[in-house]
């Protein structure tokens, strides 16, 4: 598991009886009875990633519902538009469900509609894309400057500190992939030998990140490593440099299949860590322990897992379970989630 039960958060638990809430965590006024309505206020829908994530919400309610706390759960689709997400968790107040888990369109742009939730005692989860404000239930999340970090060391290593490298990022404005570029600065102050060629900013799919790459290409006729921010992007870096015959660097990456795949087709220097679907479901659970006593942390951090070439294997023996466009997550369960919570 990753060293999960090394990393796991603690907290002071408080134990009640299922459907007695007890107000242990923030927003939690202690008048909700379980089965509970659970909220999914997504921001979007299309991308694989959030299916999956949806998968992993859907997985964890209908576990709960076996367990007689959760009676229905409702969805939403913002179609990327952080208005859209405003107006739907607006909605989901005035129609009084008992929690919202959220990845956030916009940093700052969701803080009230998230805190009128929260006076209105709804339990908040806010997981991957995190908002500023701090009146919700619980955040959760893995460290995204860390991951830039590791990422951009990896690649210094593998290059003695010396080399030109193309930076592949996510969409620029949405914390996750800010936050994760934000990490590589400190490798690239600590290794001034390290040239910066230049940076991409693409949605995460790999037919955008190839494309920029293709152009790229043709400008640098020499680079010596790739930090890309996100698996769908190296996929689509590899697919640019291989129709075009080039040498394939070094370069970092995500749990992204393909990505995966051609990197042991290809037999690359590599590393990957991940953003868990997973945290969806973990979000959907936190908020429904919290309505039901638990004193869940106010923030969660889940460990980066580390995919290198002695795990690689581990995670392609699985790639059947997953989509081809998909990404090869760790297995989770609810034994998982009360360790990640703190709840014995």
Known sequence: MFGLAAAALMAG???????TAEAAAKCITGD?????????ANIYSVPTWMKQT???ITDIVDQLKEQGLVDKLVVTDAEGNANNQITQIQSMID???????IIAGSSTALNRVIEQACEKGIAVANVDSLVDTDQLTVKINTDSQKWGTEAAQFIADQLGGEGKVIIMNGPAGISVSEDRRAGVDPVLEANPGL??????????NSAPAQEAM??????????????????ALSAGAILA?????????????ENYRQFLELWKEKDLTAWATMQPNWLGGLGAYAAVQALNGKDIPAYVEVPLPIIDNSN???????????????????PYDIAMFDKLLGIQ
């Open 13 to 19: 638990t408080q134990l009640a009886a299922p459907g």
């Open 312 to 330: 690689i294997d581990e995670y392609l023996a699985r790639a059947g379970d997953f989509p081809a466009d998909g990404y090869i997550y760790s």
């Open 32 to 40: 909700r009875q379980a089965p509970f309505t659970v909220g999914w």
């Open 95 to 101: 129609a009084d469900v008992d929690a919202i888990v």
């Open 195 to 204: 040239e910066v060629l230049t940076e991409t900013n693409t949605a995460y």
């Open 241 to 253: 440099m291989d129709r075009q015959g080039r040498e394939l660097p070094p370069m970092t990456g």
């Open 214 to 231: 293709t152009s790229l290409l043709f400008q640098y006729p020499e680079i010596d490593g790739i930090i890309s921010l996100g698996g």
């Open 54 to 56: 949806e998968g992993t």
